[in-house]
């Protein structure tokens, strides 16, 4: 499908995000209208998803086009490509070209606090073992054994979540948006949310860690892209066409 026909069918669809609208929160997409010149200026970036009003996606804060899956953080006083949030203990927000040092950070965060838990573990039942000699257990090893369980069970769900969004090619904004597009229900089902951007567990992870397996562990960007075109799953493109020619 060209791209004006693929833009066509998106927009006739709902968006259901809960963040549209809301001019207090930190990713408002300024439901304001927009004036024609504004509107003129953000159909120069290509995108499928527009604001709930049909307009395209503009940033009347940073007065600016803002691509598909691009929000304005209001911390960071700037639009995020792929923006999936602010994160307060980095001090800076998750999007298009940090999300794989975010994961590699979670991934690494849990497995050193589950080796320092491990460790302690086995000093401390070695201590309990021996309290019948002259052994004593550390107060210093109890602390140890109980922040390093605090911090890696955490890290261990937080990280999980975040390995889901990834295989599912979802950002926790676009978790609370219902994943993009509400379609309306057919003949033989009930209403459902589809997500265009989703292209399949391993090729959502090759978008993000790359295609050289050697470096996916490695904390460098081989993030595949711009962050301002995303490539379009044909299934949920098709799925979108049918609920709304019906």
């Not at 960007?221 to 609920?243: A, K, M, Q």
Request: hydrophobic share 35%; aromatic share 12%; proline share 4%.
């Amino acid at each position: 499908q060209d791209s004006a026909s693929r833009r066509r069918y998106a927009d006739d669809s709902d968006s259901g995000s809960v963040f549209s609208g809301s001019s207090d929160s930190e990713y408002s997409d300024d439901e304001g209208p927009l004036t024609t010149e504004q509107v003129r200026r953000a159909e120069l970036v290509y995108s499928i998803t527009v604001r709930e009003n049909g307009q395209p996606r503009f940033c009347l804060k940073c007065n600016g086009p803002k691509p598909d899956r691009t929000h304005h953080c209001s911390v960071c006083g700037a639009c995020v490509l792929k923006m999936d949030h602010h994160c307060p203990w980095l001090n800076n927000c998750v999007g298009f070209r940090t999300q794989k040092a975010f994961i590699l950070f979670l991934l690494y965060g849990c497995l050193y606090c589950t080796l320092i838990f491990v460790t302690a573990l086995v000093g401390f039942l070695r201590d309990f073992a021996h309290l019948d000699v002259d052994a004593n257990i550390s107060l210093s090893l109890i602390f140890l054994l109980i922040a390093s369980c605090s911090f890696s069970l955490p890290l261990l769900v937080f990280g999980g979540y975040h390995v889901y969004l990834l295989l599912t090619n979802t950002t926790t904004i676009e978790s609370y948006e219902e994943n993009n597009f509400r379609v309306a229900a057919g003949s033989q089902g009930k209403e459902k949310y589809v997500n265009l951007f989703d292209l399949g567990p391993r090729r959502n992870f090759v978008q993000v860690f790359g295609p050289s397996w050697f470096m996916w562990l490695v904390p460098v960007n081989t993030t595949i892209g711009d962050g301002v075109r995303f490539p379009i799953s044909s299934e949920g493109y098709n799925e979108l066409y049918r609920r709304n020619i019906d």
